[in-house]
């Protein structure tokens, strides 16, 4: 029973994963997805793990540790993953600042809507500049 039910979960884990890296939607709705997402699965790992009687015997400071290194990664996910807002392309490296399928401006972060200011001076070559004033 459990063995069929797994095929179908993961087929649609794995559409959902896809629609969030690629489906078109907007940003701040994917932005949405993927907080429910991260803390969906937190929640499942905990209930799988009360379920085995993984926490059983341990601590209330391990169960503490454990929930913060949970919640660390969360939030580095949630900080480090952006959204296009313009075509909803998930983007996980910080320093692309367009997006690479419709070339709009990405948010400066995962955790903000806000849209990197194409003037920014840490967008220029900083090792140019500085080596520009030494030979100048
Ligand atoms: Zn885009």
């Keep these: 029973m459990q063995n069929a039910l797994l ?3 993961a087929a649609l884990a ?3 994963l ?3 890296a690629r489906g078109k939607a907007r940003g701040g709705t994917k932005r949405l997805a993927l907080r429910g997402t991260l803390f969906a ?3 499942g790992l905990i209930a799988a793990g009360e379920r085995r009687g993984v926490f059983l015997r341990a601590s209330l400071g391990f169960k503490l ?3 913060l290194a949970l919640l660390t ?3 580095g996910y949630l ?3 952006r959204f296009c807002d313009a075509c909803g392309r998930m983007e996980r490296a910080l320093k692309t600042v367009r997006c690479k399928r419709c070339q709009a401006l990405l948010p ?3 955790m903000t809507a806000k849209l990197r200011n194409d003037s920014t001076p840490s967008e220029q070559p900083r090792s140019a500049r500085s080596a520009r004033r030494k030979n100048g």
């Design 79 to 81: 900080y480090l993953i």
């Design 18 to 20: 896809w629609f969030l």
């Design 108 to 110: 400066l972060n995962g």
């Design 41 to 43: 699965v937190i929640g």
């Design 7 to 9: 095929a179908p979960v």
């Design 65 to 67: 540790a454990l929930l």
């Design 73 to 75: 990664v969360a939030v």
């Design 14 to 16: 794995i559409s959902w």
